[in-house]
């Protein structure tokens, strides 16, 4: 088999594996990365920060003998400091930052044996269900739909993986930013629970706590390693998540339990869903009852608009701590076009919050993710879609406007499309999307499962079950490298 269909046809455990047994070399695998990247990035916009001379020294330095060696990986270009990879953070302000030491989960996806040699693009800041970022010339675009969005804000690694340039890349979640893009590109998407994944040493948590390393896989396998790599807190961690009883890997294993299932075809407010949102969830419940597992109908009992409200509020600060930081510590002011509209606009609207407003916002969270553990009392899975919608359209989304509220809680703005992914960042649960459904159209739309807090590895199981009745592995977009070839 030549090196293409083998890098098509194998996830990236199976890639690994045959680098163990001297079936391919790390080398020729990263040679089949760059080929595809070279082909698919003109139409995709995905990957930047190409640093190939470093992924070749790596190579030639000896790779860690982890359980992904040898695998070509990309970095989200947002988060995952790294010495040897420069970011823009999405922004023209922070174009080119270079780093003085290696952030946690960069030195651990180092240690897994895995090839770094890029990053991939990300909206400014991590705001919104897109990528569309200035600094990246244009939008980053679907390979199942060029005209629609990959989600946000890991939605260059979407497409790349989505693609077939890597089998897996690094994300990073503070609204649904690794399972909206999942969604969106028809990927497995995972979400652990609040400081399973390091996120040290730069910050001790993201947005209060709400933001969290993760991974855009096409194989549920290749997440559990993924993240039996990663977890764990690193040194200094203000708090850490409970431990796992197995592992992620090992919580794959068959088990016999029977499950208690609440699903919601309406957003969390009990607003409407578009019709292929709602048939995916029901199709779903219908699954998961021949499992034999309970499911009915239950919507959690939780303040979920006051939460965005004050979700939106604690974003807004932390951007304006991240670019107001930036132009004091570089002592002259902001160009008028380093910024874009979105950013200027929370950065504004931060200014409106006072000390006593960002606390009241953070109890609100708080007391959100009591409210939905009362719901877990009851259900051991809360079953929806991953958005109210199929992917939308680029240029919805963009962040050209300055009204930064609007944009996140307006009429049929973000709040409204991605209705049900912020609610577990709020509680800290974990919550994955699976890529069980496509519209008449070919557009892939995702279902949102979360389980209690620190039940990881329930959620992992459930998915490997999932999976096995329904795979979607091979299921790929019209835009990969195969489909150029042919």
């Known amino acids: 088999m030549d090196i293409g269909t083998l890098y098509e046809s194998c996830d990236a455990v199976a890639l690994a594996e045959l680098v163990r047994k001297l079936d391919v070399t790390p080398g020729e695998l990263l040679d089949e990365a760059l080929k595809r990247v070279e082909a698919l990035n003109p139409r995709l916009n995905a990957v930047t920060m190409m640093r190939e001379n470093v992924a070749r020294r790596l190579i030639d330095e000896g790779l860690c003998d982890g359980p992904l060696r040898g695998v070509p990986f990309l970095i989200k270009d947002l988060g995952c400091e790294a010495i040897d990879f420069p970011s823009n953070n999405g922004s023209r302000l922070f174009a080119d930052t270079h780093y003085g030491k290696d952030s946690s989960i960069y030195a651990r996806i180092k240690a897994a044996g895995l090839v770094t040699f890029g990053r991939t693009t990300s909206p400014e800041g991590g705001i919104g269900p897109t990528t569309e970022a200035a600094i990246y010339g244009g939008p980053t675009r679907n390979p199942w739909n060029l005209d629609h969005t990959t989600g946000g804000s890991s939605g260059g690694a979407a497409a790349a993986v989505a693609a077939g340039i890597v089998p897996i890349a690094h994300g990073s979640d503070g609204g649904g930013s690794v399972r909206i893009p999942a969604s969106s590109c028809g990927l497995y998407g995972f979400k652990a629970t609040r400081a399973r994944l390091p996120d040290g040493p730069y910050v001790g948590e993201g947005w209060a706590g709400m933001a969290i390393d ?22 200094g961690a203000p708090y850490v998540a409970p431990p796992l009883e197995k592992g992620f890997r090992k919580s794959m294993e068959r088990a016999d339990r029977r499950l208690r299932v609440g699903f919601a075809t309406t957003s969390l407010t009990s607003a409407a869903i578009h019709p ?15 499992f034999g597992h309970i499911v009915e109908e239950a919507l959690p009992k939780a303040d979920t608009a006051g939460m965005m409200a004050a979700w939106t509020k604690i974003v807004a600060c932390g951007s304006a701590l991240s670019v107001e930081g930036a132009v004091r510590r570089r002592g002259w002011p902001l160009g008028e076009n380093e910024i874009e509209g979105i950013a200027r606009g929370a950065i504004a609207y931060a200014r409106t919050v006072s000390g006593a407003d960002y606390l009241e916002a953070i109890n609100k969270v708080h007391a959100y993710g009591r409210e939905m553990a009362t719901f877990f009392e009851r259900y051991d899975v809360l079953l929806t879609a991953t958005l109210a919608e199929p992917p939308a359209r680029l240029g919805r989304f963009n962040h050209a406007s300055d009204d930064y509220v609007e944009y996140r ?14 609610a577990f960042n709020a509680s800290g649960q974990p919550a994955a999307s699976l ?6 159209d070919g557009l892939p739309v995702g279902v949102h499962i979360a389980a209690a807090y620190g039940h990881d590895e329930l959620l992992i199981n459930l998915s490997a079950r999932i999976e096995e009745a329904l795979p979607w592995f091979d299921k790929r977009p019209p835009v990969t490298y195969a489909a150029l070839r042919s």
């Open 276 to 290: 292929e949102c709602r048939a995916a969830v029901e199709k779903t419940a219908r699954l998961l009852e021949s």
């Open 214 to 235: 993760g991974f855009l896989t096409r194989s549920v396998r290749d997440t559990a390693v993924l993240l039996d790599a990663t977890h764990g807190p690193d040194l």
């Open 409 to 422: 809680m307006g009429p049929g703005q973000v709040f409204a499309y991605s209705p049900f992914t912020a």
């Open 435 to 440: 890529p069980l459904h496509w519209t008449a």
